[in-house]
């Protein structure tokens, strides 16, 4: 036994796969209780009757197909026609469209390198700093993931067992309320002697909504499915993926036949990663909840924590530290499983609490020194991660802002819920 335990510590410190060293730590844990082991395959089996978990590959290959196609040229344009105008209207363009498109894609890598290359070069032409420049596209990667059909926050969904579209609601007012203070923030930092704006007429901005008149009717499908009463989640989830893929292939062109089967596998290789951490994690979770290990924390925390404010406090605090060491898929996984029990006994809404947990992932991507989008970044724009650092620093004192108030004022993530759910 001890030898199998030496040996998962040194598969976890060789980098080996998450999900090997979950499962490894499972078995290992129900073997030193006497338990038989074939429980773990079981946890892991059941898995497969989650029904909210058939959205999650359904949304995933949707917005493989949309960052594959010409999508971010198409909303970053008609955005420039609507918006263009206002102080700081590229930097408010970037903003919203990085918004939308991560909501989609779920991913923040995929969307610094979908259109950060468009953005970046754009923003220096309209006489915005580099660092200004370089910190906007950085923080706006993760940007929108508390926006429905997130992935993210369909995976809490189904780890805490919360209903899905209420965290859909959820986090609609709280992202607005993060991108009206970068917004307000870009337009302030708007260029005094911006590049000359052209004259928009009507019929350009008849011909951009003509150019994404497809791609528009998105959100309303999923909203207005789900909310109305018409859909559920993987209903809607499957009507997005149909609908992508028609638009897509059939009517813009810009997937060809021949690429699906690749972006059949590069979706299902994502959502296969995260199936089997879930699986394995699943396991290890079962162990924890038998073995009683989250109220023994909570009475622990208990002792020393008793205020509700204190704990959402130094919860922060762990999941900041979380957020910036791991992917937010992984995060997720690991953590909400022990989190959640604890967040009970201190009579936190799990909707709310999922709203904190995903805001403090998104700022995570951001925070130095391990923060994914900086790396990102700094490779997508070929610049040292330390100029990063400090291009960030006001986005993310915009965002840690935004997290306080989220986290302390919980109607602004349950008023909607509780007015339409």
Request: proline share 5%.
């Amino acid at each position: 036994m001890n030898g199998l335990k030496l040996l998962t510590l040194v598969l976890a410190l060789l980098g080996s796969p998450l999900f090997i060293v979950i499962a490894g730590v499972a078995l290992l844990s129900f073997s030193s209780v006497d338990i038989d082991i074939s429980v773990v395959i079981i946890e892991m089996s059941r898995l497969a009757d989650t029904p909210l978990l058939l959205a999650l590959p359904l949304f995933i290959f949707a917005g493989t197909i949309l960052s594959e196609s010409g999508t971010p040229k198409r909303l970053l344009r008609l955005s420039h026609l609507l918006l263009g105008w206002l102080p700081g209207g590229l930097a408010v363009v970037s903003l919203l469209v990085c918004a939308v498109f991560t909501a989609f894609t779920g991913a923040s890598g995929v969307t610094i390198f979908a259109l950060g290359g468009l953005l970046f070069p754009a923003l220096i032409r309209d006489r915005y700093s580099e660092k200004f420049s370089l910190g906007l596209i950085t923080s706006s990667g993760s940007l929108g993931l508390l926006f429905p059909p997130s992935l993210p926050l369909i995976l809490y969904g189904v780890i805490a067992e919360t209903r899905i579209d209420h965290l859909f609601l959820a986090g609609i007012v709280p992202g607005i309320f993060m991108l009206t203070l970068l917004v307000a923030y870009s337009m302030y930092k708007n260029p005094r002697k911006r590049e000359q704006q052209k004259r928009i007429t009507g019929l350009a901005i008849l011909a951009g909504l003509k150019e994404a008149a497809w791609e528009l009717p998105l959100p309303v499908i999923v909203l207005g499915g789900i909310y109305g009463g018409f859909l559920v989640a993987g209903e809607a989830a499957a009507i997005t993926a149909l609908y992508v893929l028609v638009v897509e292939v059939f009517l813009y062109r810009d997937i060809d036949l021949q690429q699906l089967p690749r972006l059949m596998v590069k979706s299902m290789m994502l959502f296969g990663g995260i199936l089997v951490i879930l699986a394995a994690s699943m396991a290890a979770t079962n162990f924890l909840v038998d073995q009683e290990v989250p109220m023994r924390l909570f009475e622990l925390i208990r002792q020393y924590i008793s205020s509700k404010y204190t704990f959402l406090l130094l919860l922060n605090i762990f999941l900041l530290v979380v957020g910036s060491m791991l992917d937010i898929f992984s995060a997720l996984v690991l953590v909400v499983p022990l989190i959640v029990p604890i967040a009970r006994g201190y009579d936190v809404d799990l909707i709310h609490l999922g709203i904190i947990f995903l805001t403090n992932l998104q700022i995570g991507y951001c925070t130095p020194p391990v923060g994914l989008n900086l790396f990102l970044a700094s490779y997508r724009f070929e610049r040292p991660v330390i100029q990063l650092y400090s291009a960030t620093m006001p986005f993310l004192a915009l965002l840690m802002l935004t997290l306080v108030i989220i986290t302390y004022f919980p109607l602004l993530s349950l008023f909607l819920v509780r007015l339409l759910g």
